[in-house]
């Protein structure tokens, strides 16, 4: 069994930044991708960023410059550095990670939400 605890978000104002982490946590062989993705209300799950267990980042456009997405495999754990943040960027943050289990199978989770408010 895996779980993912999430932390760091909060309220900031406009032009701030917050840092989200993930830290997987459980019965883990390997982690494979890890990512973060994002719930406005009223608006559907979209993708913030991913990275590749090698290291390999892709973001969504609307975030290319202004978040960066890492991570720390000796902890199991992934980050998002966001900077430049304003009101649009308000949603709950959802890390997603792919778990390679010691049976070779992988298993995908999501984590509990943290909820990230930019308001002055």
């Known amino acids: 069994q895996v779980q993912l605890v999430e932390s760091g978000g909060g309220l900031v104002q406009p032009g701030g930044s917050l840092r989200l982490s993930c830290a997987a946590v459980g019965s883990i062989f390997d982690i494979d991708a890890m990512a973060w993705y994002r719930q406005a209300p009223g608006k559907e799950r979209e993708l913030v960023a991913t990275?590749?267990?090698?290291?390999?980042?892709t973001y969504a456009d609307s975030q290319k410059g202004r978040f960066t997405i890492s991570r720390d495999n000796a902890k199991n754990t992934v980050y998002l550095q966001m900077n430049s943040l304003s009101p649009e960027d308000t949603a709950v943050y959802y890390c997603?990670?792919?778990?390679?289990?010691?049976?070779?199978?992988?298993?995908?989770?999501w984590g509990q939400g943290t909820q990230v408010t930019v308001s002055s």
């Open positions: 997603y990670v792919v778990v390679v289990a010691f049976s070779g199978l992988e298993y995908d989770y």
């Open positions: 990275i590749t267990s090698g290291g390999r980042t």
